[in-house]
């Protein structure tokens, strides 16, 4: 990296094919790399095939849809969560009501309160 990039390690690119295919070469005969077998070791570092085929319009444009398609997927499902989240939150302010209703209730029909009309004489 340093021979051909020079000394700079910030000038180093992090995915450089060439000159990692070339490092492991001379460890192996055969080209194999643990966990690798013989995939394309382009595509394994860059993610992209060393033949040099680029997807066709069609391809292109069915993979643009379906990255259209997840994203109004994902936008779909972001929207119901905040719904939920909104409904989560009114359910938890009405459960409170609730426990403060019930506390009162509770309060006010105990025996011992001079209030309450069954202890009336």
Request: contains cysteine; proline residues 5%; charged residues 25%.
């Amino acid at each position: 990296m340093v021979e051909k990039y020079g000394e700079d390690l910030t000038q180093h690119p992090e995915g450089d094919v060439d000159l990692w295919v070339q490092a492991q070469e001379g460890r192996s005969k055969c080209r194999r790399i643990y966990g690798v077998g013989s995939s394309d070791l382009h595509f394994v570092v860059t993610g992209t095939s060393s033949n040099g085929n680029k997807p066709t319009s069609s391809e292109y444009q069915q993979s643009q849809q379906r990255v259209q398609e997840l994203e109004e997927a994902h936008a779909k499902l972001a929207r119901q969560n905040g719904e939920m989240a909104k409904r989560q939150a009114q359910m938890e302010k009405q459960m409170a009501e609730m426990v403060e209703f019930m506390r009162r209730y509770d309060t006010n029909n105990r025996p011992d309160n001079p209030s309450n009309p069954s202890n009336a004489p």
